[in-house]
């Protein structure tokens, strides 16, 4: 099974869509399961995981309306309130449908770095594992510091870092990113996706070199197996087309096993989100 296990839908409207400025310009349109399936198919995927783009109730049901209807979305990462006092019935009225695997929250938008770490938010951070949900860490660079200390909290509850933490791939900045990406892969409960790169990179003049030194540390500090493919789409379409996205990644996995290779570009987003159970080749890796 090959996972895209990070895209985006929405029908745009300004109004939902305020950080959709400017220089996003090319974002603001409907992208939707028939303009992706496409993509998937070119590029030799069987599905997607559909994360949320606005921190509404309303948008998590949507994506799962979606999911009843195509297929090929596999799971949906959705959002709650995890400050609310509210936050167990929300989770409780979602929590029948079988594609919801995964909760977020824009953490990179909080003014305060340290959001994640009030204990409203860990609250709701707490219940999650009760209902068998991943936690999707959105975050800059400069907020690792509060996400290592958020994940530490929680050793039993499952994170996946998004867009390697978004690191400073335009200045090809390292460190302290690369430090602390080292010291988050050794909880065993986080785990990172391939994507959102190209973003970060210098868009319409980077090169496959300038990502190189930033996927070659995740797959050293994480291994084959805590690592997901995510196209990042449409987002990527600022910086690049999805199939040369999903080249980038491709290639630099190629030297490992076809097995590692495997893990990397589908199973262990099945495993990690439980995708699709009743598929053989999303049973977890042993």
């Known amino acids: 099974m090959r996972v895209d296990a990070h895209q985006h839908f929405w029908e745009y409207a300004p109004d939902q869509y305020p950080w959709m400025g400017e220089p996003l310009a090319k974002l603001r349109r409907h992208f939707l399961p028939p303009d992706l399936l496409p993509e998937l198919s070119a590029a030799g995927l069987h599905g997607s995981v559909a994360v949320q783009a606005r921190q509404s109730l309303e948008e998590s049901r949507w994506l799962l309306e979606l999911a009843d209807h195509h297929p090929q979305i596999l799971g949906v990462v959705g959002w709650v309130d995890l400050c609310s006092k509210q936050v167990a019935s929300q989770l409780e009225s979602l929590a029948p449908h079988s594609k919801w695997v995964g909760v977020r929250h824009v953490l990179q938008d909080e003014p305060d770095d340290a959001f994640m770490l009030q204990p409203n938010f860990q609250r709701g951070i707490g219940l999650l594992k009760d209902f068998g ?29 998004d867009h390697l933490a978004k690191p400073l791939i335009a200045d090809q900045i390292m460190e302290p990113w690369k430090t602390q990406m080292l010291q988050m892969a050794a909880y065993p409960n986080v785990s990172c996706k391939l994507s959102g790169m190209v973003t970060e990179a210098r868009w319409g003049d980077w090169s496959p070199e300038d990502l190189h030194p930033y996927l070659n540390t995740v797959i050293d500090c994480f291994g084959p197996k805590r690592l997901l493919y995510g196209s990042d789409w449409p987002v990527c379409l600022l910086a690049a087309d999805y199939q040369r996205v999903h080249a980038q990644v491709t290639q630099a996995i190629a030297a490992l096993s076809s097995d590692e290779q495997e893990a990397i570009m589908g199973a262990n987003a099945c495993r990690i989100y439980g995708l699709n159970p009743a598929v053989k080749s999303c049973t977890p890796l042993s």
């Open 133 to 161: 949900l991943v936690y999707d860490l959105l975050v800059f660079p400069r907020q690792l510091p509060a996400a290592l200390e958020l994940v530490k909290r929680f050793p039993e509850q499952s994170f996946v870092i």
